[in-house]
């Protein structure tokens, strides 16, 4: 390689499970090669807007393109508005004068690749969910690398790799900073502790049933951080926050690795960064896929529910009766926790990030 300074421009945004990755890829390709310049693309609409200049890396921006599954006005639009994004998204790459493009997904990534594509940039992808996205899709079948979190997705030439994660989630030691986490929380030290989360944005189904379950719950010395989501804070039937002794409630938790080792039990969406991050630190945890997409989230829980790490639950049936009868019994049960902790831990993967730059790095290497 050239001693001159690599550069890398890496494409995706609008949620965390699409930023986390990439900020993850990033800071392991600038530790391996250190001097590499980071340039990331999203959209002014996402978090990553938000995200990545806190985690210290330039962003750029290009329109948003949706990839309409059935006929519809975007649709119509897709043309048009493809071929703008891919000229922003070359004159980025041109000026950042990139070694390679890395891309995580999202409505991003397909002009970022078509760009690259152009300019005979080599492409690196990186595929979240067992159900890959539209635009991994198209890009697998210009890229140089592609990389999955999860087997059997379908991708040409995927190599396993795992999750890129923050290195204080991947090297997170739960029992160690149990105590620690659950202070900087606001949580008790020895009640038992359930913890439920919809993601950034929330789950609203999650949320009813859990503060329907709050009086059973607590009832039984449980103690409840309840993660709604940004804008869904939960009312009790006064109108005000739903407030209840052991029982806190936040909008957003930016530490997850805090959240990760302060509870016994973790009640979550099957988002792929989620079962990909409790596997690697084993926490026992509940999963409620969305009931709708691509069916891509029961696909993402399938091999840590097989091998006993945490349990599935239909969205429809995840109700304050199926609390009190599955929750409840387990979050009481050291012994069933302690051994769903030890299958999860089995499942993790916990250097995916520096996988992911030994590929980028090579394919770097081979484009030059």
């Known amino acids: 390689m050239p001693d001159r300074a690599l550069s890398v421009v890496l494409a995706g945004g609008g949620t965390a499970g699409h930023i986390s990755p990439l900020l993850a890829i990033a800071g392991s390709i600038v530790d391996q ?178 503060a329907a379950a709050v009086p059973l719950l607590t009832a039984a010395g449980v103690q409840i951080l309840h993660i709604t989501g940004r804008g869904k804070q939960v009312l009790g039937t006064d109108r005000d926050p739903l407030a209840a002794h052991g029982y806190h409630q936040v909008e957003f938790v930016d530490r997850m690795e805090q959240v990760y080792a302060a509870a016994d039990l973790l009640v979550a969406r099957a988002g792929a960064a989620t079962v990909s991050e409790v596997s690697a630190v084993g926490l026992p945890a509940v999963l409620v896929p969305l009931p709708h997409g691509n069916g891509e989230q029961r696909f993402n829980a399938a091999a840590l529910v097989d091998a006993g790490g945490a349990v599935l639950v239909d969205d429809a049936a995840f109700t304050p009766e199926w609390i009190g009868t599955t929750v409840l019994p387990l979050l009481t049960d050291p012994r069933r926790l302690s051994a769903m902790s030890t299958a999860s831990y089995a499942q993790g993967v916990r250097d995916a990030d520096r996988r992911m730059a030994d590929l980028v790095l090579a394919a770097a290497a081979g484009g030059q």
């Open 33 to 210: 090669r250190p001097g590499t310049r980071i340039t990331a693309v999203g959209t002014e609409a996402g978090m990553e807007t938000r995200l990545v200049p806190a985690a210290g890396f330039e962003l750029r921006t290009i329109d948003r393109v949706p990839m309409p599954r059935r006929p519809s006005i975007d649709l119509v639009k897709l043309p048009v508005r493809l071929v703008r994004a891919v000229r922003q998204a070359r004159a980025i790459v041109a000026e950042a004068g990139a070694d390679v493009v890395v891309g995580v997904g999202g409505y991003v990534s397909t002009p970022v690749y078509l760009a690259a594509w152009t300019r005979r940039v080599p492409v690196v992808i990186h595929e979240a969910n067992a159900r890959p996205g539209m635009a991994n899709r198209v890009g697998a079948r210009i890229a140089a690398r592609v990389a999955v979190a999860f087997d059997g997705t379908g991708l040409p030439g995927a190599v396993l790799v795992g999750m890129p994660m923050r290195r204080t989630i991947a090297d997170l030691d739960r029992a160690a900073e149990r105590s620690s986490a659950r202070a900087a929380l606001g949580l008790d030290a020895d009640r038992p502790t359930l913890i439920v989360t919809g993601g950034s944005s929330g789950a609203a189904s999650l949320n009813r049933a859990v």
